[in-house]
Every structure is written in structure tokens, then in C-alpha cells.
């Protein structure tokens, strides 16, 4: 395991309401990633972090927007929350390649259910 | 980014073993080929990750074709544990290599019975 932690676990919010999910990992890895996971779409990549202050765009991060102001914290959030944007949000880290090798941990998972 | 193919679906019997496909026809030379799993409710956790020359660890082993252009995940005895999706992914490189993010298909379904 590679100590993430994700919250809230479980969230429900009103459309158009702000939301923020918020990712915390304790292995000093560098790489930070937000995926969503849908019936029938697999896990899509939202936004990723290469470093701190340093993110870039997924698959599917139009509603979205990230920060990471520090290397253990990677924050997403979801500026005016809406229906289509329900789903179960899963946060990733990784290490740099040379020393952690190829392998990519995940959090148990965020729930959000937008009503 | 390479795509990958899975069949949707796969049955197998307990302690029999396991042969999971994976098409992956436009991988490029420097992908890597990934094998996730995830559980039910879950997060995706690694199985093992290859270039060229097989591969094996204690949870499964990794066929590659000479080619690349298929690979086989091969679990050696089934147990009820292992049914889950199983994803493989190609590890695509951003440009200038600064970090590795892994785009993941649909994944195949494997049901485990007694």
C-alpha cells in the first residue's frame, strides 16, 4: 500500500454546488493522478500532477480543476457540480521511474453522487 | 495514445489456470505493457508490467508476444480471490518524459467458480 487517503469517502452535493475531493499520500511520490470510473467508460483519466505546481489536462477535465500545493496533497475540484459529473473518483500516486519502477497506487475511492 | 483490446468477459474454474488476452497492435517501441486488477469496490492495484521478454512475480506471469502486438496475463491456479477487471494498458509516456500516466480501457470481467 502506498498510503493514500482519500476524502470525503462518500459525498452527496446539489447541482451547481462547489466540491472539492481531496487526496493525501505518505510516500513522497512525485506523480499524482485523478481518475472517474462510469458503467461502461472503464477509468478515464481527469488531471494529473507531475509535481508540485506542476499539473497537467486527462482524458475528461472539462468541470474540473486541480491544485497541488504541496507533494503529499492533490486536490480536485468541481467548480459548479453537475449530474453527469456523479461517479466514483479515484486518486493515484506514483514514484519516479528509476527508483519505484513502473507501479502506480490507487485510493480506495471517493463516491459523489450530485443530485 | 496505444489502444488495447480485452474480451469483455472470461470464466474460468477454481485452481485451474487462467489465460487472459490483450491486443495491443499500435504499441510503440518504449510502451510498456501493464497488467491492473480491481476488485469490487474497490481500487485498481498492480499485477505486473512488461517490455520484451516475459515476466513473472508472485501473482501472475506475463507473456509477450515476439511481435508486441499481444500479450497474455496468466494467472497459474485460480482461486475465488482473483475474480475482478482485469486491465491491460500500455504506459504512455507524455512528451519530454516527464512522467508516465496510464490510460485505461474497459478491462475483462473474470468470473471465478467453485
Known amino acids: 500500500d502506498a498510503g493514500i487517503t482519500q476524502s470525503p469517502r462518500h459525498k452527496v452535493t446539489e447541482t451547481g454546488t462547489p466540491v472539492t475531493l481531496r487526496c493525501h499520500q505518505t510516500?513522497?511520490?512525485?506523480?499524482m493522478y485523478w481518475y472517474r470510473q462510469d458503467p461502461g467508460h472503464g477509468l478515464r483519466l481527469i488531471h494529473y500532477?507531475?509535481?508540485?505546481?506542476?499539473?497537467d489536462k486527462g482524458e475528461v477535465s472539462d468541470g474540473y480543476s486541480v491544485s497541488r500545493s504541496k507533494t503529499e496533497d492533490f486536490l480536485l475540484t468541481l467548480e459548479s457540480a453537475t449530474s453527469s459529473q456523479t461517479s466514483v473518483y479515484f486518486c493515484?500516486?506514483?514514484?519516479?521511474?528509476?527508483?519505484?519502477?513502473?507501479?502506480?497506487?490507487f485510493g480506495e475511492g471517493s463516491w459523489l453522487t450530485v443530485v | 495514445d496505444a489502444k488495447t483490446t480485452q474480451p469483455n468477459s472470461m470464466e474460468s474454474n477454481e485452481e485451474e489456470p487462467v489465460h487472459l488476452p490483450c491486443n495491443h497492435s499500435?504499441?510503440?517501441?518504449?510502451?510498456?505493457i501493464h497488467w491492473y486488477r480491481q476488485l469490487p469496490s474497490q481500487g485498481p492495484e498492480y499485477v505486473i508490467h512488461?517490455?520484451?521478454s516475459n515476466v513473472n512475480n508472485r501473482m501472475a506471469s506475463l507473456a509477450i508476444a515476439e511481435d508486441r502486438k499481444s500479450s497474455t496475463l496468466i494467472l497459474h491456479r485460480a482461486t475465488l480471490r482473483d475474480a475482478a477487471v482485469y486491465y491491460c494498458?500500455?504506459?504512455?509516456?507524455?512528451?519530454?518524459?516527464?512522467?508516465?500516466?496510464?490510460?485505461f480501457g474497459t478491462g475483462t470481467l473474470l468470473a471465478v467458480q467453485p
Open positions: 500532477s507531475y509535481g508540485v505546481k506542476d499539473t
Open positions: 499500435t504499441i510503440s517501441g518504449t510502451d510498456y
Open positions: 512488461g517490455l520484451t
Open positions: 494498458i500500455l504506459r504512455a509516456l507524455l512528451p519530454g518524459g516527464a512522467t508516465n500516466k496510464l490510460i
Open positions: 493515484a500516486t506514483g514514484g519516479a521511474q528509476r527508483v519505484y519502477g513502473n507501479t502506480i497506487y
Open positions: 510516500e513522497n511520490h512525485r506523480y
